[in-house]
């Protein structure tokens, strides 16, 4: 049954990935949609219980006609899952970017924004909820260890050991708080201020008693760390022997290293060849 499921899981993966790619014209490279693929297997694996029990998927929330402290209107936005049992309601968001340590390092976020949608469904919806959750469903790196060791048993150990949902408690108090921070963001978005943190913050452990400072834990996967200065800086004050041209030199290899730009440019070309309309040629060579 569970093989079956797995195969349709696939199955299902593999058509929404085409949908995706032909609707934006847009592809990954293998290694990231194998990735995918494992993340979404493994979440069924591990939160099957959850998973067969969604009542409502991908439940749309809005909160329209918002201010932000300069007056400016804004709308938010969330989708949720639903688990209804019995007279037991349990809302979950489910996070594919994050794994768990990564997603209890940035809590307080999550209950804000868990907070807010609970408003939105009780309050606007007039719906009962007794629970909040996030599934964070990026494998943990123990996880993505034991994945690598191929081997079934310490796989299925380290899958059990897994915990991707965590709980968010109900604190109704942290609505009015979080819509004036989303409104503040909207202000520095529309007045164009995307000055980073200061270096401080990225030395800065990323949640009180963890070692991984922010700079690592966040940073290392930011697009734009290499031309960010807070980022330089922190790989200036953070790496014995470091030096402003040894960065620009890391900046440089690692991104020559990168084999995923050059698969990332081959997925696209090939997405962009096989969709691309006949042109003059095409019609003399009768390939169309
Ligand atoms: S590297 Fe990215 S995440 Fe880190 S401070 Fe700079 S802009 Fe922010």
Redesign the pocket.
Known sequence: MTQSMEDFITDAFEQNYERIRLETGRAVTPNIKEAAREQVLLYYRRMRDVADGVTDTEVKLTLPEQRTPQQRKFTLEGVVDIVREGDRTTMYDVKTHLDADAAAGQLDQYVQQLNLYAHIWQGLRGEALDETAIIATRPTRELRQALRSGDDRVIDAAILKWRPCLNIPLDEHAVEDTVQRFGTVVDRIEERHFM??AVEK?KAPIRPGARQPF?TA??AN?D??FT?D??RQFRLQTTPGMNPERVLQDAMNEYAASSEQGQWVDANMETLNRDRLPDAEDIDRGDV
């Open positions: 980073p943190p990225l700079g966040v940073c930011c734009v760390r960010c807070s980022y």
